[in-house]
């Protein structure tokens, strides 16, 4: 798996609520700042579809406060959900009538493996806290043009 690399550049980062309705709140911003950014309606879809899966897991397993952040390095842009938790999130095949178990794998398949989990980030919208950052990558054919300030984005 690729690692979010240390010279990455954060373009835009949200707190997202700490209830049910995180997931959509974090698949709005997702797709609004895609879209600004121009990057492609099937890779905005995916992201959308990923964010969604990490966000309920997050919400499910993780702890409060939690996040959304993009960053860019290179041809990558990175979406990361960062959490309270310590524990890493596990892969694992759900029975067939199981509601949950399903989110990790759909996210490694969207992403094509370009996905982890890393300990000891600092949030992005309060550097006084730290946790994990799960993540997924987003290949681009050429470099995310960086905003000059958040206010560029939604």
Request: proline fraction near 6%.
């Amino acid at each position: 798996m690729t690692l979010v690399g240390e010279r990455s550049i954060i373009i835009a980062a949200w707190p997202l609520r700490e209830d049910a309705q995180a997931a959509a709140q974090a698949r709005q911003l997702t797709r609004g700042a895609l879209a600004v950014l121009g990057i492609s309606p099937e890779s905005v879809d995916n992201a959308v579809l990923m964010v969604s899966e990490l966000v309920g897991n997050a919400v499910l397993y993780g702890d409060a406060p939690f996040e959304l952040v993009l960053r860019t390095e290179q041809s990558q842009l990175y979406v990361e959900i960062v959490d309270s938790g310590t524990i890493s999130p596990v892969m694992r095949t759900a029975g067939v009538d199981e509601e949950h178990g399903r989110g990790l794998g759909i996210v490694f398949e969207v992403s094509g493996g370009r996905c982890g989990c890393r300990h000891d980030v600092a949030y992005s919208t309060s550097q006084a806290l730290y946790g994990k950052a799960v993540w997924f990558a987003i290949p681009m054919s050429c470099p995310i043009p960086v905003p000059r300030d958040s206010g560029d984005l939604p």
